[in-house]
């Protein structure tokens, strides 16, 4: 297929909206009380956002999200995606980069003493709210089921958007590197749901 | 004296009538017409199973059982011809967990393709895709959107004197590098060639369906229904009446019917999840067929003349 720019999205997709759904439901079917932790572990995301808290708190989202980042890389791309979509491994391999940049992010960076722009941070605690809050709502509200629901920590993009909305919400020095994966990942599943035709769209 | 309507009574009573009255409706399902291979004179069904999206559903155990479902259905109702690729996610390896189930039947004619842009690794996927259908060895195999088809022809050539498969073949879907096609088509000693042609995906009438037959080609069909977007459109609208002329039932059958009712094609390939829609399309090619006038009445009816 040297003419990739010829094809639609549409005619990309290698699996049916059913399949994808089935997913998520046999994900947590399989790791459960996992996806219980997984839902307390948002909630504190969120609280620990709300509340700032300053370095130590914004390191300490910064290692759960590289946890996190590792975690779904492994668990959910290499094992569960990668066998109906060949693209997944090569998802894993960024979101396992992702996970170290962020664990080195925790490690090394600096914070400014400066609090973050209102705006920002009110957008960046909405991104959280919506991935750990909203999210897991979205297959029990289309008629899904609980079992099918996509949480923080388990599945990618109540992940990557929560991440992008933790970024926003800490003042870190130097922190645009961290930015482009979670951003290019919530580009990609967009165009993946948008090609099913998912109501989520 | 008391009437003897016992159950067993009943029930025997029940058996004869359905054994007497109804038998001469509900007739033995018909096995679907056959086409020949013009470079060995073997026949296949008209309808073969595509497994595109339908059967890429990994691991879930649920859906892969289901799938299973739809090869029986499809080997009961006389099919044979499934086709897949290395680049369908789990397709192959759900088609080998289905042909496992089901014993491996014998009708199968199992075609597949190779798509890797290195021609050195051509060998090593199939045989992971022979694996994966846990067959001995393909009856087709064929080069997948011409990628790489340079390098991979030549294999293929080479293991089909080595008996390691029996038909070669070329791909392209979406009506996509016709030319090429056409170029290798007239060159290349191929088996078999796979298109895109469908109700209002017509272009390969034109010189690619022709050139085929007078090479002697045999020609599968990808993508009769525009992957359900067309019986989509289609669905609007009523069937029309005169439709029962050839024993046609549905829009699936209807676009069947005019694909399969061109000379030069040998097999369509319609994917499905459904076992009542595999059962379905296996009966439009047991019925009568469209003439030429026919198909022109189809062709014009979709385009909105009719």
Redo the contacts between chains.
């Keep these: 297929?040297?003419?990739w720019w010829?094809?639609s999205l549409?005619?990309l997709?290698?699996?049916?909206q059913r399949?994808y759904i089935?997913?998520f439901e046999?994900h947590n079917q399989e790791w459960w009380p996992l996806p219980l932790f997984a839902l307390a572990l948002g909630a504190a995301l969120f609280v620990l956002a709300w509340r700032g808290g300053g370095e130590r708190a914004g390191r300490a989202l910064l290692v759960i999200l590289a946890v996190c980042w590792l975690w779904v890389a492994w668990a959910w791309h290499a094992q569960?995606y990668a066998?109906?979509?060949?693209a997944a491994g090569y998802f894993a391999w960024a979101w396992g980069v992702q996970a170290v940049l962020l664990g080195v992010a925790a490690w090394w960076c600096r914070f400014d003493a400066a609090p973050v722009a209102a705006l920002r941070r009110g957008f960046g605690l909405a991104l959280v709210g919506t991935a750990c809050v909203i999210y897991p709502l979205l297959a029990p509200l289309l008629g899904r089921g609980w079992i099918s629901a996509e949480l923080f920590g388990m599945a990618p993009d109540p992940t990557a958007l929560a991440t992008l909305g933790v970024l926003l919400t800490i003042k870190l020095r130097h922190s645009g590197w961290l930015f482009p994966i979670p951003a290019a990942w919530c580009l990609i599943s967009g165009a993946t749901l948008w090609a099913m035709e998912a109501p989520e769209f | 004296m008391k009437p003897n309507f016992t159950r067993r009574r009943l029930l025997g009573a029940l058996a004869t009538a359905s054994l007497l009255g109804p038998a001469a409706a509900i007739a033995q399902p018909t096995r679907p017409a056959t086409r020949a291979i013009p470079t060995s004179g073997e026949t296949i069904p008209l309808v073969g199973l595509g497994s595109w999206i339908t059967f890429n559903v990994g691991n879930d155990r649920a859906a892969r059982d289901a799938s299973t479902d739809v090869m029986r259905a499809f080997f009961q109702a006389g099919g044979r011809l499934i086709d897949s690729s290395p680049m369908y996610g789990s397709a192959q390896e759900v088609i080998g967990y289905g042909l496992a189930k089901l014993g491996r039947p014998a009708g199968l004619f199992a075609a597949d393709k190779v798509w890797i842009g290195d021609g050195a690794e051509g060998r090593a996927q199939m045989e992971t895709s022979r694996r994966l259908w846990g067959i001995p060895r393909f009856d087709l195999m064929q080069v997948h959107n011409l990628l790489a088809w340079e390098d991979h022809l030549p294999t293929l050539f080479a293991m089909k004197a080595a008996g390691q498969l029996r038909y070669v073949g070329i791909t392209t879907s979406h009506g996509r590098r016709h030319g090429d096609l056409e170029r290798i088509m007239a060159s290349q000693p191929i088996d078999f060639v796979q298109l895109t042609y469908n109700l209002v995906d017509r272009e390969v009438e034109q010189r690619l369906l022709p050139l085929a037959q007078e090479r002697g080609i045999a020609v599968i069909v990808n993508r009769p229904f525009q992957q359900g977007a067309l019986l989509d459109r289609l669905a609007r609208r009523p069937l029309p009446a005169w439709a029962a002329e050839i024993d046609c039932t549905s829009w699936a059958q209807f676009a069947l019917m005019f694909i399969i009712s061109h000379p030069a094609v040998t097999c369509a390939i319609p994917a499905t999840t459904r076992v009542d829609h595999v059962r379905e399309n296996l009966a439009a090619a047991s019925g009568r067929l469209p003439d030429t006038a026919m198909r022109a009445r189809m062709a014009a009816f979709v385009a909105g003349r009719g």
Excluded: A, C, Q, V
């Excluded at chain 1, 066998?83 to 060949?86: A, E, L």
């Design positions: 297929m040297s003419e010829t094809y549409r005619d997709l290698l699996f049916s399949t089935r997913l046999l569960r066998p109906i979509n060949w």
